[in-house]
């Protein structure tokens, strides 16, 4: 119910914004609104504005919504109303009504991300853990212990905004500046190689490849949890239980038991365990995962976490009001422009078509990050406002986008373009949002089936 309620009440927020974007400015260009819908399919409220004339509308399917206005290609219009026509209105003034659903989409993400960088975000210190030799990491000079500061001279308070800088540099792939500090604060400088980054490096964990991880406490093999259905309860391993040797190597930490289950997928694994007084041994089975380009194991299970010692890695970012309205600009376009960055090479085939999702996904995270608190949801409405946004600019026919671009044609051409041309398009639209729709409940389905 949790997810069902925040994933409504997310798409009821962002679709109440988008669509009062085009209201907001249609009205103050003088044009008619006829109806606002909140939602499609059957009515289920309506209600009329006494001075407006607009009627006001809750549809039964909350997947969306729109406004319906006064225009001339969509039925008769009276002599006396035909000023407040959207046909008849400036071009410029219908590429501002088109673009303002859009544009209301960023604001919304502006304005939670103004909120929760004053309130404070919270996240962990960018310490490095283990580097890899041979890896881009150990090639600079990164040890262990040290912290990141600043990346190409930005600053970098969290290890979360650490992977979300080198996210947004790896598409370029090519060398980025490292500031670090080590133990006994010496300022250190590197140079980090990027260039061995490839396109499926995006789809899974690419700091690994470029042997970058986080300085976590120490995590015993003891299991703390385990998933419903998983392989590891089906094989009778139950929360406390203490590993000691898989495939009869002895296992003395967590990520020791991770490699021996990574490394063995669909192949059977004892596992010699200590429960309270007794000695166990058990057989397990991993799961065969496909992840980054390569096959690995996974048995549905977790370990028993130190909350104390990863309470002391946590820390919060905040920022006055000023900085904080500067972060939440600089937030938002960044989202934006890799967002776009990442829909290029997905079309161009440099990024898996994987990373597309769907409602059944978007419900699932809804539904993590409003349990996870109010902080997690409200970056959560920050980024699918985002995407909202970019999404409906994209010059595809159907969406605000494609209707820019009709109307560039027209400030080119000096006229409309032609009623063949609107119908085309809207074939073509159709056409390509629906492909989008049907592989984006694929993926969903396939990662519901997957785990």
């Not at 409220?45 to 399917?61: D, F």
């Amino acid at each position: 119910m949790t997810t069902l309620f925040a994933f409504v009440g997310a798409l009821v927020l962002l679709v109440i914004f988008h669509e009062y974007g085009h209201y907001w400015v249609a009205r103050r260009c003088g044009v008619k609104v006829l109806v606002f819908s909140l939602g499609f399919g059957k009515v289920i409220y309506r209600k009329r504005g006494a001075r407006s004339g607009t009627e006001w509308v809750i549809s039964a399917i909350p997947l969306g919504g729109y406004v319906k206005m006064l225009d001339e290609r969509e039925g008769e219009v009276l002599p006396e109303e035909l000023g407040m026509a959207f046909n008849r209105k400036p071009v410029l003034q219908r590429m501002a009504i088109v673009v303002a659903g859009p544009l209301a989409n960023f604001m919304l993400a502006i304005l939670l991300y103004w909120v929760l960088f004053m309130h404070g975000v919270p996240g962990l210190k960018p310490v490095l853990g283990e580097v890899p030799s041979h890896t881009p990491a150990a090639m600079a000079q990164m040890h262990k212990g040290e912290t990141i500061i600043a990346i190409n001279g930005e600053t970098i308070p969290s290890w979360q905004e650490l992977n979300w800088r080198l996210m947004t540099l790896a598409l370029g792939r090519g060398e980025v500046e490292v500031e670090a500090r080590d133990a006994r604060g010496t300022v250190l400088h590197h140079s980090l190689d990027m260039s061995t980054l490839v396109a499926a490096d995006l789809d899974g964990e690419f700091l690994d490849k470029l042997g970058l991880h986080l300085d976590q406490p120490a995590l015993l093999p003891v299991i703390g949890v385990l998933s419903e259905g998983g392989v590891a309860k089906l094989a009778g391993l139950r929360a406390g239980d203490l590993i000691l040797r898989a495939d009869g190597l002895p296992v003395q930490s967590w990520s020791a038991l991770v490699d021996v289950v990574r490394t063995h997928p669909g192949r059977a694994v004892q596992l010699d365990i200590q429960r309270g007084e007794m000695t166990l041994s058990l057989v397990v089975i991993p799961q065969a995962v496909a992840e980054s380009g390569k096959t690995i194991g996974k048995i549905g299970a977790g370990p028993k976490v130190d909350q104390a010692a990863w309470q002391a890695m946590v820390i919060s970012v905040s920022y006055d009001p000023m900085a904080a309205f500067s972060q939440s600009l600089k937030k938002t376009w960044d989202t934006s422009v890799i967002s776009l960055k990442m829909m290029g090479k997905m079309v161009s085939g440099e990024v898996s078509m994987k990373n597309l999702s769907g409602p059944l996904t978007i419900a699932d995270y809804a539904g993590q990050s409003a349990h996870m608190g109010v902080v997690a949801y409200l970056g959560f409405l920050a980024l699918i406002s985002i995407s909202l946004g970019v999404l409906n600019l994209l010059p595809v026919p159907l969406l605000d986008g494609g209707h820019l671009l009709y109307y560039v044609a027209e400030l080119i051409k000096g006229s409309p373009v032609s009623e063949r041309a609107w119908e085309n398009g809207q074939k073509i639209g159709i056409a390509l949002l629906g492909t989008l729709m049907v592989l984006a409940f694929y993926n969903d389905i396939n990662r519901l089936i997957s785990g």
